[in-house]
Each structure stands twice: as structure tokens, then as C-alpha cells.
Antibody, heavy 123, light 110 residues
Framework: QITLRESGPTLVKPTQSLTLTCSFS??????????VGWIRQPPGKALEWLAL???????RYSPSLKSRLTITKDTSRNQVVLTMTNMDPADTGTYYC???????????????WGQGTLVTVSS | QSALTQPASVSGSPGQSIAISCTGT?????????VFWYQQYPGKAPKLIIY???YRPSGVSSRFSGSKSGNTASLTISGLHAEDEADYYC??????????FGGGTKLTVL
């Protein structure tokens, strides 16, 4: 059974950094073709892809947020950590982590998702 | 990269078929056959329903199908059921080796 769970602060002050942890089970990030990514969703708005790290340490970032994001993995602990700097009220939303798999047909899709964690940015 | 363009809303009656479009550019939707569709109910995490344009993950109803022409992908739901009422998001791999989502479409079953 594959599960993912996001953890981190629910309230962050503007200009502070946010660190979120994705703890997962049922798969290993040492397995080829697998990755874990982060996606966020402001209240009432659309999904936005943030970052993705693959089994081979290859990390990808949203171009518009790249300067503020860092994604790392701890394979032995089955965790992926996302850090976002200089938080702003516009960053308020639900943050999801999800397993990414490069399907046999070639594309990288998110096939298992965590329940999400709501992060509010406010002073 | 800009978000992919989806209609804000579509609607249909039970039993009908509907299609949701997802328009990108030659740098994303048009670049590869790597388009994904996700279904999301209010307050819930998204669920993958189509990958690589037209493949269904195990357990997803055959009433869901996908296609692509040029820079536009489409999700078709045939034989609408009340439980299909949800938000639908497309996503694409890009030529910059990143991912991008669409703005989402709210499906209402009348």
C-alpha cells in the first residue's frame, strides 16, 4: 500500500522560509523511474506544480519559483523535503506531495497523492 | 511557462458525453505525448485518470478517454454519471523538462 503524508507548519510569517516534509511508504526512491513532487493549490484556485526529485537525484523546479525552492530526498528515511524561502501571503494554500512515475510510455505523472497540508502566510 | 488553458466550466446531463479541452503550446502539449488528466473532488487530493494522452491507470473507468491534436489535448467523458461532477485538471511535460498544469475545469452534471 502506497501512502504519502505532508507535514510542516500551518502558519508562516511573511519573509520567513517554509519547510515541508513528505513522508512516504510502500515504495523506495532508490527505484528507477520514480520520483516525488510537490504541488500547491491556493484556496479556490488551480493546481500549480512546484518541484520534483527523481530517484537519481535529478531535481526539477517551476521556472517561476526556482529561485525560492529547494527539494531534497533522504532515501533511507523515505522522506522528501521542500524548502521555500521568502514566503508571501500569496503563497497561502494547500501543499500536496505526490509520487511521480515515468510510465512505460514515457511521461512523468503523479499517481499517488498525499492528503495535503494547508499553509497560511500571515503576520 | 504559462498555465495550460482550460474552459472554466462545462456541463452535461446524465448519459451524455462531454469534452474538456486543454490548450498549450509547441513547447508543452504539442512537444510530447505526455499529457495527464486529474480529477479532484472538493476538499480532496487529485486523482490521476489519464496519462500520456490516452492511457488509463488501472481502476479508472473506460468512460474516460483522452486525445491530442497539435497543441490541444482533450478529455472526453462518455455516459456522464452524477459522480463525475468534479474539477478536472490537465498537465503536460514541457521541453524544459518541467511540468505545467492547466487552470482547471469545473464539470457540472445537470
Amino acid at each position: 500500500q502506497i501512502t504519502l503524508r505532508e507535514s510542516g507548519p500551518t502558519l508562516v510569517k511573511p519573509t520567513q522560509s517554509l519547510t515541508l516534509t513528505c513522508s512516504f511508504s510502500g515504495f523506495s526512491l532508490s527505484t528507477s523511474r520514480l520520483g516525488v513532487g510537490w504541488i500547491r493549490q491556493p484556496p479556490g484556485k488551480a493546481l500549480e506544480w512546484l518541484a520534483l526529485i527523481f530517484w537519481n537525484e535529478d531535481g526539477r523546479y517551476s521556472p517561476s519559483l526556482k529561485s525560492r525552492l529547494t527539494i531534497t530526498k533522504d532515501t533511507s528515511r523515505n522522506q522528501v523535503v521542500l524548502t521555500m524561502t521568502n514566503m508571501d501571503p500569496a503563497d497561502t494554500g494547500t501543499y500536496y506531495c505526490a509520487r511521480n512515475v515515468i510510465f512505460s510510455s514515457g511521461g512523468p505523472g503523479f499517481d499517488y497523492w498525499g492528503q495535503g497540508t494547508l499553509v497560511t502566510v500571515s503576520s | 511557462q504559462s498555465a495550460l488553458t482550460q474552459p472554466a466550466s462545462v456541463s452535461g446531463s446524465p448519459g451524455q458525453s462531454i469534452a474538456i479541452s486543454c490548450t498549450g503550446t509547441s513547447s508543452d502539449v504539442g512537444a510530447y505525448n505526455y499529457v495527464f488528466w486529474y480529477q479532484q473532488y472538493p476538499g480532496k487530493a487529485p486523482k490521476l485518470i489519464i496519462y500520456d494522452v490516452n492511457y488509463r491507470p488501472s481502476g479508472v473507468s473506460s468512460r474516460f478517454s483522452g486525445s491530442k491534436s497539435g497543441n490541444t489535448a482533450s478529455l472526453t467523458i462518455s455516459g456522464l454519471h452524477a459522480e463525475d461532477e468534479a474539477d478536472y485538471y490537465c498537465s503536460s511535460y514541457t521541453s524544459s523538462s518541467t511540468l505545467v498544469f492547466g487552470g482547471g475545469t469545473k464539470l457540472t452534471v445537470l
